[in-house]
């Protein structure tokens, strides 16, 4: 696939794409918010064809992504996406904005759409995860994200278009947003503070935004059909995710383990059975969990 249209170039995941796409040469589009802040693609913003608008008035931009004529398109934009957002009425407008990007990328002959959902579309649920569990979220977004994919995905099976859904587990690396856990734990412990933390006894499923992005750029170019798994596949208990952060920066710091009760939803298993992901695309996560660490690390500390 040559010609990309992407939305959510601007966002964590989005930006990881946007960067690679560019690196392997390819056309790119994206679509961009007026207010979006584009300091993640910066370097990039000169070499592709940035759109702006919101999918909310797509009419208003639609000639300019006709014009564009993709080949493919990326759906990684999504109103809410941060914690307290998640059960905000915004979440019920993703849906028809979605569907109606997937409408119009059907009059431009794109061949692939690929769109990201989010393992919240499970809800809790005990051990790994394949495709075939239960979906019962249990948050707006969640439900949000689970109406989008069965809406699409059956538009594409009617039509007989490729159509792929990726369900994110939980992301990180570089750059991400300071709200999420890893990025507030790592800033926390460089200034020297002592985090109040849960007894992190919880199993996660972490995945490195560059082989969230090479994940993303595979299922495009398979033309994959369907639902997929996208994390890393293995488990880590929070614990030692939080002790090996902090040990790259000072394994002195304390750390307030079991200060903070669990939520009555806490989830404690959240892990990705990426088997199908894999058979369909080839592809497979290649950063190791303490590299990715590491990063995280290092660019808090020269941008922080």
């Given amino acids: 696939m040559k010609r990309v249209l992407i939305t959510g170039a601007s966002g964590f995941v989005g930006s990881a794409v946007t960067r690679e796409l560019v690196r392997q040469g390819r056309d790119v589009a994206a679509l961009l918010r007026p207010s979006s802040d584009t300091r993640r693609i910066e370097v990039q913003l000169s070499?592709?064809?940035?759109?702006?608008?919101?999918?909310?008035?797509?009419?208003?931009?639609?000639?300019?992504?006709?014009?564009?004529?993709?080949?493919a398109v990326l759906h990684l934009g999504w109103e809410?996406?941060?914690?307290?957002?998640?059960?905000?009425?915004?979440?019920a407008d993703n849906v028809p904005a979605s569907v109606a990007l997937y409408r119009l990328s059907e009059e431009c002959g794109t061949q692939t759409f690929v769109g990201v959902g989010s393992q919240a579309e499970y809800g809790p649920a005990?051990?790994?995860?394949?495709?075939s569990a239960p979906t019962q979220p249990t948050t707006v977004y969640g439900a949000a994200k689970l109406s989008t994919c069965l809406l699409l995905e059956r538009t594409a099976a009617a039509a007989g278009r490729s159509f792929s859904w990726l369900r994110l587990f939980s992301s990180y690396g570089p750059g991400d947003d300071p709200?999420?856990?890893?990025?507030?734990?790592?800033?926390?412990?460089?200034a020297r503070q002592r985090p109040s933390l849960t007894a992190a006894q919880q199993m996660w499923d972490y995945i490195h935004v560059d082989d969230v992005a090479s994940a993303v750029i595979a299922a495009m170019d398979s033309k994959t059909l369907g639902v997929f798994n996208l994390?890393?596949?293995?488990?880590?208990?929070?614990?030692?995710?939080?002790?090996?952060?902090?040990?790259?920066?000072?394994?002195?710091?304390p750390l307030g383990f079991g200060e903070v009760p669990y939520r009555p939803d806490q989830v404690m298993h959240l892990e990705a059975d990426i088997s199908k992901l894999n058979a369909a695309t080839g592809w497979a996560p290649k950063v190791p969990?303490?590299?990715?660490?590491?990063?995280?690390?290092?660019?808090?500390?020269?941008h922080a």
């Avoid at 809410?80 to 979440?91: D, F, M, T």
């Avoid at 005990?126 to 495709?131: A, Q, R, S, V």
């Fill in 47 to 71: 070499k592709i064809k940035v759109i702006r608008g919101d999918l909310r008035g797509l009419d208003a931009i639609a000639p300019q992504i006709r014009d564009f004529r993709p080949e």
């Fill in 80 to 91: 809410g996406v941060k914690g307290s957002e998640r059960n905000a009425p915004i979440q």
């Fill in 126 to 131: 005990p051990g790994k995860l394949d495709e």
């Fill in 179 to 190: 709200s999420w856990l890893l990025q507030y734990l790592a800033r926390s412990l460089l």
């Fill in 231 to 253: 994390g890393s596949g293995k488990a880590h208990k929070l614990e030692h995710i939080i002790t090996t952060l902090r040990d790259l920066i000072d394994p002195t710091l």
């Fill in 289 to 302: 969990l303490d590299v990715g660490l590491q990063q995280v690390v290092s660019w808090l500390r020269e």
